[in-house]
């Protein structure tokens, strides 16, 4: 498996390992990882009141707003900072790792179609790192992140399930129906499941 021609997209609930799996991928097959929040809070960090991207204007004070109160970012400037990253790291003749995005279709129908072009429909390929809500309540609850502690609340994880049921959910129900997307069980210790996912890594590249 070349590194430079893979793309690999990890999805799944609040809690569920995505950026943890993306860590350990990325340093297996010399991958950057793209991680969505990180490329938010970077964009959101300028001093300009605005934002342009792709001809379209977005405030940063209502998109801080929605960072904080654990609501999505818009969903075109997610997609217009995850585009222009993709290309800057396939322009570098690197593999990418994507976490925290394709949470919407809107983010689908821009980002696939460019990981695809850009590195073949055959060397894309997309986890769901499936956990229970339950689970996301125990998980998100324990841990103290120093970024974000404010998203590690009751009540804003109840926005963020809500908002993952709403707009990642059926993305992932609309990729399993077409049979591009690979499931893996996330209540499992992380190595076993770093282990699955590389299984099927290996399974698909001999198929293909």
């Known amino acids: ?11 799944g609930r609040p809690g569920s390992g995505k950026d943890t799996q993306a860590e350990l991928l990325a340093k297996k097959f010399g ?9 938010i809070k970077k964009a959101l960090a300028s001093k300009p009141k605005e934002i342009k991207l792709d001809g379209k204007i977005y405030s940063v004070q209502k998109e801080r707003e929605n960072l904080h ?13 995850m585009s222009n990253e993709i290309r800057n ?27 695809k072009k850009l590195y073949g429909d055959k060397n894309v390929f997309i986890f769901h790192v499936w956990i229970s809500p339950e689970e996301v309540y125990v998980r998100n609850l324990k841990r103290h992140r120093k970024d974000l502690p404010e998203l590690d609340t009751k009540k804003i994880i109840d926005k963020r399930l809500k908002m993952f049921n709403k707009y990642t959910l059926p993305v ?10 690979i499931e893996i069980n996330g209540e ?12 099927q890594l290996q399974s698909k590249q001999k198929k293909k």
Do not use: C, Y
Request: proline fraction near 1%; hydrophobic fraction near 50%; charged fraction near 25%.
């Open 1 to 11: 498996m070349k590194a430079f021609k893979i793309a690999i997209i990890i999805l």
């Open 31 to 39: 991958l950057v990882h793209i991680i969505s929040s990180k490329l």
């Open 69 to 81: 109160n654990g609501r999505l970012t818009t969903f075109t400037l997610i997609s217009a900072l």
């Open 89 to 115: 790291i396939f322009k570098k003749k690197k593999g990418i790792i994507m976490s925290g995005s394709l949470r919407s279709k809107t983010e689908l129908e821009k980002e696939l179609p460019l990981l």
């Open 172 to 181: 992932i129900k609309l990729l399993g129906k077409k049979k591009q997307i």
């Open 188 to 199: 499992q210790s992380i190595m076993k499941i770093h282990q699955d996912i590389l299984w």
